[in-house]
């Protein structure tokens, strides 16, 4: 079982950037893919990136794509989401999540089984 904790997200004005940080304990090994969500009120959870713990390969969906990055050290056992260029449709609660199988096939919310608390991001215009 891995626990996850996110931190990093705040206020920002439009155009700013910001530098999600999701720490892993547990059971780190056993991470195949990791991945970043995001969620606002009445909307599901959207998937904003993932990335392959074991080839590196990262995929982002069309609304960050192009300023955003999604990164992992092993080493420190997280994982990190820089978005640049922020929108106020960036707002939104972003949670990290992990799981066992590699980002093949399938990525939605649904196969994920760990994840972080979520944490706030505001983007004001």
């Known amino acids: 079982q891995v626990q996850l904790v996110e931190s990093g997200g705040g206020s920002v004005q439009a155009g700013g950037s910001l530098k999600l940080s999701c720490v892993a304990s547990?059971?780190?090994?056993?991470?195949?893919?990791w991945g970043w969500f995001r969620q606002t009120p009445g909307n599901e959870r959207e998937r904003v990136a993932t990335?392959?713990?074991?080839?590196?390969?990262?995929s982002y969906s069309p609304s960050v794509r192009g300023r955003s990055t999604i990164s992992q050290d092993k080493r420190k056992m997280s994982q990190y989401l820089e978005v640049l260029s922020l929108k106020p449709e960036d707002t939104a609660i972003y949670s990290c999540?992990?799981?066992?199988?590699?980002?093949?096939?399938?990525?939605?919310?649904?196969?994920?089984?760990?994840w972080g608390q979520g944490t706030q991001v505001t983007v004001s215009s």
């Open positions: 547990g059971d780190f090994g056993s991470v195949g893919c």
């Open positions: 999540a992990a799981r066992k199988a590699p980002c093949l096939g399938l990525l939605s919310s649904t196969t994920f089984d760990a």
């Open positions: 990335i392959d713990t074991g080839t590196f390969s990262s």
